[in-house]
């Protein structure tokens, strides 16, 4: 998938930078074109000469060159890249990136460049735990930026944990995949809200649903090998996100909504797959709640509904998706639901079908979009379903 592409690497300075030596040589083997831009701090770990010698082309570092002055052009080589790799990205670097700073070649370089980009952090444990470095990631992934997640071993300090650099092979294979998929929705961002909620009772009890949150799951991972940039607003489940989703975790309806509002304004696309409970108890006991009677009550109050109330606040340009989980008169309620809640289109699955819905690998739906259109899909696993929902969803925004 390489072959033919301009692949433009970016080196800052952390000791990881030894390994960019092989990550050249394996892109070279792949048949692409390299170029390498170094901080001033990454000449301290890897040889410039190592680095062109490699990539068979100068190495770019300062804006001007010393002995004739000249300049270099961080537009035109922001431009020339088909693919922009930044390995290993240092602390320093990603708080840069995510804030905007530009006080050298590369990261003027990457305000310039217009190809998707991918950052390979590496940093010792803590550095990498630090919560302003995790908002500095979030920040990246917001923007559109593809994070290759750190690994966990032994870093620099000696101390083991999460921190280290990707290898180069993973790196490279990471690459491949993406330009593999096609990336009809580069540039679009994408809201998902999957799973159940979980409505606290007392300290020990919540009431929940059968959600596996499966769907939603499959959804943000198509949407990411489409080129999206997901965010995935996730209730309790055990399903793990790839790592370049920004999934945030959340347990109530209440802190669902509250998470949806906070990220709907920037999205083109919003689909919410979540199983939201309808109703939570109307207070929270603070102490376990004993047995005493035979009869326990529970008032319960209503939750908000986030589809409902994005519908309403929603711009034209945003596609909104709901669901339907129906078990009676399915295509009348999903039809209803459509109009009350101002979708775009709603995907209805039906307990009556087998296979269909809760905790299945599998799943059959029907797409009915604004304009009443029905289109009922076959029995599929979820990978499948997700890719026929987004095959409507690139269908409407074509329209
Ligand atoms: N939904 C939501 N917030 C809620 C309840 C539901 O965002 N508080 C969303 C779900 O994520 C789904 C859609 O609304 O996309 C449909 O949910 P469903 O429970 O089937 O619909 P309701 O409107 O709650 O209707 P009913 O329970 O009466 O079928």
């Not at 690497?9 to 792949?30: C, F, Q």
């Not at 310039?112 to 995790?134: G, I, N, Q, R, W």
């Not at 920040?139 to 071993?153: E, F, M, P, S």
């Not at 699955?349 to 059959?364: E, P």
Request: charged share 25%; aromatic share 6%.
């Amino acid at each position: 998938m390489l072959s033919g592409k301009n692949i433009l690497l970016g080196i800052t300075g952390g000791i990881a930078a030894y390994k960019t030596a092989n990550l050249v040589r394996l892109i070279k083997k792949s048949g692409a074109n390299v170029q390498v831009i170094m901080t001033p701090d990454a000449k301290e770990f890897v040889t410039p000469l190592t680095l062109s010698t490699l990539s068979e082309n100068p190495v770019h570092s300062a804006f001007s060159d010393e002995d004739t002055g000249e300049w270099t052009n961080h537009v035109e080589l922001g431009l020339w890249a088909d693919i922009f790799i930044i390995a290993p990205a240092t602390a320093n670097t990603i708080g840069k990136m995510a804030n905007g700073l530009c006080d050298n070649l590369l990261m003027a370089t990457y305000l310039s460049a217009k190809c998707p980009v991918f950052v390979a952090p590496a940093m010792d444990l803590d550095m990498y735990k630090h919560e302003t470095t995790a908002e500095n990631l979030k920040k990246l992934i917001i923007n559109g930026n593809r994070v290759i997640d750190a690994q966990v071993g032994q870093l620099a300090s000696g101390l083991v944990g999460k921190g280290r650099m990707e290898e180069p092979e993973e790196i490279v294979m990471y690459i491949n995949n993406y330009l593999k998929e096609g990336l009809v929705l580069q540039g679009k961002r994408v809201l998902i809200t999957a799973g159940p909620t979980y409505e606290q009772i007392d300290p020990v009890r919540f009431i929940g649903n059968n959600s596996s949150g499966k769907m939603g799951y499959e959804l943000a991972e198509k949407a990411m090998k489409l080129g999206a940039s997901v965010t995935l607003v996730s209730g309790p489940t055990h399903l793990n996100a790839d790592k370049t989703i920004n999934r945030i975790s959340v347990r109530s309806a209440q802190e669902m909504y509250t998470e949806v509002l906070e990220n709907y304004k920037e999205s083109d696309i919003i689909i919410m797959a979540a199983a939201v409970a309808d109703y939570t108890p109307a207070q929270v006991e603070s102490d376990k709640i004993k047995k005493s009677d035979d009869h326990l009550e529970i008032r319960l109050t209503s939750t908000k509904d986030i589809l409902r109330h994005i519908g309403g606040v929603k711009s034209d340009n945003q596609l909104l998706i709901g669901f339907a989980l129906e078990t009676t008169n399915e295509l009348e309620n999903a039809k209803g639901k459509l109009k009350r809640k101002n979708l775009d289109m709603i995907v209805l699955n039906s307990l009556n079908d087998q296979g269909a819905g809760f905790g299945h690998d599998t799943n059959q739906i029907s797409i009915i979009d604004k304009s009443n259109k029905i289109e009922k899909y076959e029995l599929k696993s979820k990978s499948e379903v997700a890719t026929d929902i987004f095959n409507k969803i690139i269908s409407l925004l074509n329209s």
